[in-house]
């Protein structure tokens, strides 16, 4: 569990991104690349402690292998 405040905003902005990518057809590849790409500039920028950084990348990976948070949601008409 993330309790850093900036290592949830960093987590809070990757998850945002993982979601927008869903939606625009990219898949678990092309966002594992992403992740990739987002721990390596944090790691070269030192933007928080390397400890942190391990954490997030865990918590991100966690995210990205759970389904239900890529599911589309159907939204039910309004019949009036």
Partial sequence: MLQ????IRYYQRLTDAFVEL???GYRMDDMRMYLDGYIAALQHGNA???YLIH???EEANRYLHDVSNFTMTQLQPDYY
């Fill in 48 to 50: 928080i402690e390397p």
């Fill in 22 to 24: 869903w939606n625009r």
């Fill in 4 to 7: 850093d405040t900036q290592t």
């Fill in 55 to 57: 954490r997030l990348e």
